[in-house]
């Protein structure tokens, strides 16, 4: 089970609600490209033959990101609501009981999908089962030697008389201890928490249903949004007693902040733009089409997004999630599994009528689904490539240079052909009220006739 999530700040402002660390393409692939974290993670379990036996829980906002970056190998189970990682591995539980019917000694592997691993580690995986056998554990996890005293990781402090073994006993868990705290787990060979644990799926049950908590999938499903949020660190580990940490010596790293992410990026400049000679240790991340030039400036982090300019120095870039704490903002950008949508411009004008202008990019042969907007009216305009769209029933066919008028309520849906560019204009009369109805996940709809 992969879990998802992220609130998208500390790599603000590429990252966001939606678009969160996991989905940002920046790490180098051997054959010169670029991949995100999630697409990484997922190379890395179908390299060691578990990627088949997979499934990711995220928040239902970035389901179509996540199709786009794993396709439909993957199942994916969608939360309603952000409810903390404990709640998210128990709607995995309770789909795993309930709905596929999995029996109760099936050992589970939870782990992040923005772990930054190498091949060893999924090896490590595969261990879990005999492990939890061999010691009789009700939890197994993996911690690596931490390398400074962390205030950001949990920690697991392994049991003296358990030194030798291929797995260690733990003694105590301490999630984010504060620094010196930490460093007294450091002292006593306390390992870094990888957020990675192994049980079998009636463990996990019986843990849900001693915080009352459903084992139903539906059932846990109508209960969501009153549920409170829960780490599973401090509602199930530190209450654990019986449990085995497999020490881990490979690379393992959280590149969850610009500090942590700049030593694995593959050049200095990604993006329209320059750094001097003399700006030694700048780092610069460019998504917009326009220039950015760095001239005497060392030790910066500079990343230009739709959602915003961040400028700071690398150590202290991670304070920008202090600062946009309260500060809910529209993402600027999305991925979709069809492709991607940009917004160019958002006003307000003085009746109320809210008006986005957004830049489309479609995918050969992807499509969005059949649907309806109940107060929206939308202006597309289309700069590249050739498609179909059904609108109530009728097939056309449109290229670069058409424009097309979609009226509040009427049904449609798009097709690209070829890739597909072209600018949408958004005109909402009543922004507040829920407006948007899926017919059908795919775009064909009504029954068709084509229009010539």
Known sequence: MLLSGGSGKRLWPLSNEIRSKAFLRLLPTENGGMESMIERVCRGLEEAGLLDSSSIVTHRSQVEITRKSVGDQVSLLAEPQKRGTFTAVALAASYL???KKID?????????????VEASFFKQLQRFPNVLSESQADIALIGVTPEFPSTQFGYI???EGSRGTSFLNVE???EKPDEARAAEFISR??????GVFSCSLGHLLSCMAGRDLPVDYIQLLERYDELPERSFDYEVLEHTRRAVVIPYSGVWADIGSWDALAPHLQ???IGRGSISEDSKGTHLVNELSCPVHIIGAPGLIVAVGPDGILVAGIEQAKRIKQKLEGHAAKPMIEEKRWGSSRILDFSRTATGVEVTT????MLAGKHTSYHFHRHTKEIWSFLS???EYRMNGILHVVAAGDTVTVPAGARHGLRAITPLELIIIELVAFPDVGDYVRVSAGWEGDKDTLDN
């Not at 060979?189 to 990888?194: F, P, S, V, Y």
């Not at 957004?358 to 990019?361: G, L, N, Q, T, V």
């Open 267 to 269: 050049e200095k400049v």
């Open 189 to 194: 060979g306390g390992l870094w928490n990888c």
């Open 172 to 174: 105590q868990f301490a």
């Open 385 to 387: 490539g050739s498609g």
């Open 97 to 99: 009981h309930s709905v």
């Open 157 to 159: 402090l392994p049991s």
């Open 104 to 116: 109760l000694e099936e050992i589970i592997v939870v782990i992040p999908v923005d772990s930054y």
């Open 358 to 361: 957004s830049k489309i990019a």
